[in-house]
């Protein structure tokens, strides 16, 4: 049974533009988020977490957080042919509990 | 401080032989975690080991996969028999409790069955 379901399966943006990547859990005791990205032939890299509800900024990279509707999104601005990778979402009902990941997201940027 | 190390990085098997991956978490993890992944089912867990005890066997992996820890600092992978199927990447993660969402991956082992 799949717990994290990410939308959409790839998407392509321009070099410049804005990625937007979402992730939505079917597991209501669900309260923790992680984003991961794993560029082709490479394994995969946490590359934020978010616990509240809020947003979160680390550089070109922000994380949205809705507990109520147990839904996250991540947004890259000002994209860049090296944020071309497979973007993982993870969730887990605690920070002590084991994580699901969903199928993940292929970004494409294009020069 | 030394990433995940996992062994070997190719294998290639003919069907119904047995295989053995191994994986060296980082240095003072206590969780460890085998995955397998495709293109088609994606992430899978296979194995979840806290403080070396067995928490979680992958359900649907238990009759031909094996996950041991033999001590704390090393992990080993059987596929007895191999399958066409089980042509993957097999990855080893590792991860403090606590913060068991903050995984390290290892490089993997890219396995191919003949």
């Known amino acids: 049974q799949q717990k994290v379901q990410q939308s959409p399966e790839s998407l392509i943006v321009p070099e410049g533009g804005m990625a937007s990547l979402n992730c939505t859990s079917s597991?209501?005791?669900?309260?923790y988020f992680w984003w991961y990205r794993q560029h082709s032939g490479k394994s995969p890299k946490m590359l934020m977490?978010?616990?509240?509800?809020g947003e979160k900024e680390e550089g070109r990279f922000t994380v949205h957080l809705n507990k109520a509707s147990l839904h996250t999104s991540l947004h890259i601005r000002d994209s860049q042919p090296s944020d071309s990778a497979l973007y993982l979402c993870?969730?887990?009902?605690?920070?002590?509990?084991?994580?699901?990941f969903g199928d993940g997201t292929q970004l494409v940027v294009k020069p | 401080d030394a990433g995940v190390t996992q062994t070997p990085r190719h294998e290639v098997a003919e069907k119904g032989q047995t295989i053995i991956l191994k994986c060296e978490p980082v240095?003072?993890?206590?969780?460890l975690f085998w995955y397998r992944q495709t293109k088609i089912q994606g992430l899978e867990l296979l194995s979840y080991?806290?403080?070396?005890?067995?928490?979680?066997d992958g359900g649907a992996f238990k009759d031909r996969f094996k996950a041991e820890m033999l001590n704390s600092s090393f992990s080993t992978l059987k596929i007895q028999p191999t399958e066409p199927k089980d042509s993957a990447v097999y990855l080893c993660?590792?991860?403090?409790?606590?913060?068991?969402?903050?995984?390290?991956f290892g490089p993997g082992t890219r396995l191919t069955v003949l």
């Open positions: 993660a590792s991860s403090l409790s606590g913060l068991v969402g903050e995984q390290y």
């Open positions: 597991d209501r005791n669900v309260d």
């Open positions: 977490s978010i616990f509240s509800n």
């Open positions: 993870a969730a887990s009902r605690n920070s002590n509990n084991r994580i699901f």
């Open positions: 240095s003072g993890h206590n969780d």
């Open positions: 080991f806290r403080s070396k005890s067995l928490m979680e």
